[in-house]
């Protein structure tokens, strides 16, 4: 897709166009965009959102699932968990696991016992 194509798509989504938005989200996750999903995630599209937790739980962004995370996407806490447990970031999993995260604090246990 051209850069005026993504422009003109753009406009359109931001006169409130969902088909725009739609094309717009299909096309910042072939690409990997996550500055595009993240910006339609924060404006509010489920879809969006789904999609960028889907990503950076692919390319091992803790940053962004920890943002996610944090802002209450209950999708993206369980993803966080997951990617702390692969890599074994036990900070992560402790920081989750002290605001009440039960399966960080299974996680950090199967950790320690492995």
């Given at each position: 897709m051209t850069e005026p194509e993504l422009?003109?798509?753009r406009e359109r989504a931001d006169a409130g166009d969902r088909d725009a938005v739609d094309e717009l989200i299909a096309h910042a996750v072939d690409i990997g965009d996550?500055?595009?999903l993240r910006?339609?995630?924060d404006r509010g599209f489920?879809?969006?959102a789904d999609e960028l937790v889907?990503?950076?739980g692919e390319?091992?962004?803790?940053g962004e699932l920890r943002r996610l995370s944090d802002g209450g996407d209950a999708t993206a806490t369980d993803e966080l968990v997951q990617l702390a447990?692969?890599?074994g970031d036990v900070g992560e999993l402790r920081?989750?696991?002290a605001s009440g995260n039960t399966d960080a604090a299974d996680m950090l246990l199967e950790l320690a016992d492995g």
């Open positions: 422009s003109l798509l996550l500055k595009e910006r339609w995630a489920a879809d969006a889907q990503l950076a390319t091992g962004d803790i447990g692969e890599l920081r989750l696991a």
